[in-house]
């Protein structure tokens, strides 16, 4: 992602942590979205 892209979405803080610390923000990440799919997975299958 761009700079530019990031501070037009007012993602600035996000950038600077995600540049501080960029193997915990992946991990945070792709844990957010896991938990998000099995969400959704469970509210499809109920």
Same mark, same amino acid.
């Given at each position: *992602? @761009? /700079?530019? *892209? #990031?501070?037009?979405?007012?993602?600035?803080?996000?950038?600077? *942590?995600?540049?501080?610390?960029?193997?915990?923000?992946?991990?945070?990440?792709?844990?957010? #979205? /896991? @938990?998000?799919?099995? *969400?959704?997975?469970?509210?499809?299958?109920?």
């Amino acid at each position: *992602m @761009s /700079g530019s *892209m #990031l501070n037009s979405a007012g993602l600035r803080p996000v950038a600077r *942590m995600v540049r501080a610390a960029p193997k915990g923000a992946a991990i945070a990440t792709v844990a957010g #979205l /896991g @938990s998000a799919v099995a *969400m959704r997975i469970a509210e499809v299958t109920r």
